[in-house]
């Protein structure tokens, strides 16, 4: 895994590969819709791999490009270079590396979301910040069909922070954990969450990058030991109507070039900076507008409505977790916002790229926060709601999309060709949807009409 602080040379890799007897190597990717993708090659390959000439067809992904311009090379970072433990095989290891896409003149090619990220980072950077992240993935295990397919069934009956007997996941969370600890993940805490089947794995912060990679990198792992033990694991917003969905907080804070935390001020209100202010105000701006990246299916908003802990509507408090936008308690270097509507199906990569920019809107034209909302919004009535300034996110994918398309700083952070492509995509998957008949449908109309 690695963090981009501590560089990990080839030489250092190729040390590992010896002693750990790896024969097989996997070069990973992400697509536009954040779906990981990799080139599997043997041992024979590795050196041509390091080197960045592996070539691969970008035709064949979703929304990379045409065929006539398909040859897209391979450019490993070798902070991502992990042996993978549960892919031991007769004494012999598999490894991988996260890549970057380039075209084939070698330039980065813009439709790869991590190339995005890395681009709108280093404009932050040319503003004197970096960022970090630390994401709180929930996810279900489920019984598995006779097919092999993924049910709903859950296999336990245990609620929040429940411990076996009822808690039938430990021992799948157990092996989730010493798995990514092995690949080099800082496990901070696990639990059984709200709902039955439900569970969450807590690890460390990072730089952005590194946080997206770690992330998409964890949903992978958790799915692939759930398969070793029969199970179903799924990061689907709402599988199972009347119950807690799965969300995806994003902590995230700005540090200065100093190492220095940004969101910081002793002496300020709530000790929050005024830095930390703007880029809250940017965030409530633009909430709307970033949610079909941070929320990315027509699923994701079955999760977003009343009732189940799930954020809906647009605001920011330091004490209340029916906001959009929470401030932990944690002060001096902790100092940082949690940003509550993510679900663990969107894209990391473009949605930590649209969450900073729009902080930093926020930061650039000196927007002021909104008056924090310290009571329980689910409570309000509409007329409290409106008398307080408080929006909500958009109802369904369509509203998320066409906010998206009049958000002003949507084609500078994803770029156009993502940001065309994302959205063609997401018009069709709503479209699929819309015509669809459901058994919803025909449950209460079939035998009515």
């Excluded at 949605?351 to 002021?368: P, Q, T, Y």
């Amino acid at each position: 895994m690695g963090c981009n602080c501590n560089k990990t040379t080839r030489e250092e890799i190729m040390k590992i590969i010896e002693e750990q007897n790896v024969h097989f190597f996997r070069l990973q990717f992400v697509d536009i819709l954040g779906n990981m993708k990799n080139v599997a090659i043997p041992l024979s390959q590795i050196e041509k791999a390091l080197d960045g000439n592996m070539m691969f067809d970008g035709s064949s992904i979703d929304g990379f490009v045409r065929i006539n311009e398909s040859d897209m090379y391979l450019k490993p970072d070798f902070n991502t270079f992990t042996v993978l433990p549960w892919r031991n095989q007769s004494g012999t290891n598999a490894a991988r590396i996260i890549c970057d896409v380039a075209k084939a003149d070698g330039t980065p090619f813009e439709g790869c979301p991590r190339n995005n990220l890395k681009r709108v980072l280093a404009e932050a950077k040319d503003m004197g910040y970096t960022m970090n992240v630390g994401t709180e993935a929930e996810f279900f295990l489920f019984e598995l069909n006779e097919d092999g397919t993924g049910s709903t069934v859950t296999h336990d009956v245990a609620g929040y922070f429940d411990v076996d007997p009822g808690d039938k996941g430990i021992n799948c969370r157990r092996e989730i954990i010493e798995t990514l600890e092995a690949m080099g993940f800082e496990i901070e805490a696990s639990h059984h969450e709200v709902a039955e089947g439900q569970h969450e794995v807590n690890f460390k912060y990072a730089d952005a990058l590194t946080a997206a990679d770690n992330t998409v990198t964890f949903k992978w792992v958790v799915r692939s030991i759930a398969a070793e033990y029969g199970l179903h694991a799924t990061f689907m917003p709402k599988p199972v109507f009347g119950i807690n969905g799965s969300g995806m907080h994003t902590n995230q804070s700005l540090f200065n070039l100093d190492g220095t935390n940004a969101f910081f001020d002793e002496k300020g209100p709530l000790q929050l900076s005024e830095t930390a202010y703007k880029y809250i105000g940017g965030l409530v701006k633009n909430a709307a507008g970033f949610a079909a990246v941070t929320n990315p299916l027509v699923n994701s908003y079955k999760r977003l409505v009343p009732g189940y802990e799930a954020p809906v509507y647009v605001a920011w408090s330091a004490s209340n977790r029916s906001a959009l936008i929470r401030i932990p308690a944690s002060r001096g270097v902790g100092t940082r916002t949690e940003v509550r509507c993510p679900d663990p199906t969107c894209n990391p990569y473009l949605a930590f790229a649209m969450m900073l920019n729009s902080g930093l809107d926020g930061v650039k034209n000196n927007l002021e926060a909104p008056s924090s909302v310290d009571q329980d919004i689910f409570s309000m009535t509409p007329a409290e709601k409106e008398a307080a300034g408080i929006d909500s996110l958009p109802a369904n994918l369509k509203e998320a999309i066409d906010a998206l398309k009049m958000n002003p700083i949507a084609d500078e952070t994803l770029g156009s060709h993502i940001l065309e492509n994302y959205i063609e995509n997401k018009e069709q998957e709503w479209d699929d949807y819309r015509t669809a008949v459901t058994d919803w449908e025909l449950n209460n109309y079939l035998n009515n009409y």
